[in-house]
């Protein structure tokens, strides 16, 4: 009767995993690499963006992905700021992602 159990939850543990981080695309990496380096500008304040979306207008310029994408600082507070965050982040095989221009746009 347990192996039934054990074999369901190792299922539903596989299936929600997520996949892990080297399935990630170039985009993906580059959109999370722009968000961390969004989140350490912003500091303690809350925020949102679409990363789904930062990672969709990700573009090839040379050897650097540009990307921009709506951002809320401080959403529904006294103090919120609507801004365009532009990123521009190089990704290479093998080395840690490298975030080579971030902008944050009123």
């Given amino acids: ?3 039934p159990i ?3 939850t190792a299922i ?3 299936a929600c995993s997520g996949g892990g981080g080297a399935s990630n695309s170039p985009k993906e990496r580059a959109a999370a690499a722009c968000e961390a380096e969004a989140k350490v500008r912003i500091g303690e304040k809350t925020y949102q963006l679409d990363a789904a979306a930062l990672a969709q207008s990700a573009k090839l310029e040379d050897d650097v992905w540009a990307m921009q994408v709506p ?3 401080e959403p529904g507070l006294r103090d919120e ?3 365009t ?3 521009k982040v190089r ?3 093998g080395k840690p992602d490298e975030v080579t221009y971030i902008n944050f746009i009123f």
């Fill in 1 to 3: 009767m347990k192996f």
């Fill in 6 to 8: 054990l074999m369901m």
């Fill in 12 to 14: 539903c543990l596989s």
């Fill in 71 to 73: 951002i809320v600082i």
């Fill in 81 to 83: 700021a609507k801004q």
């Fill in 85 to 87: 965050l532009e990123c």
């Fill in 91 to 93: 990704v290479l095989e």
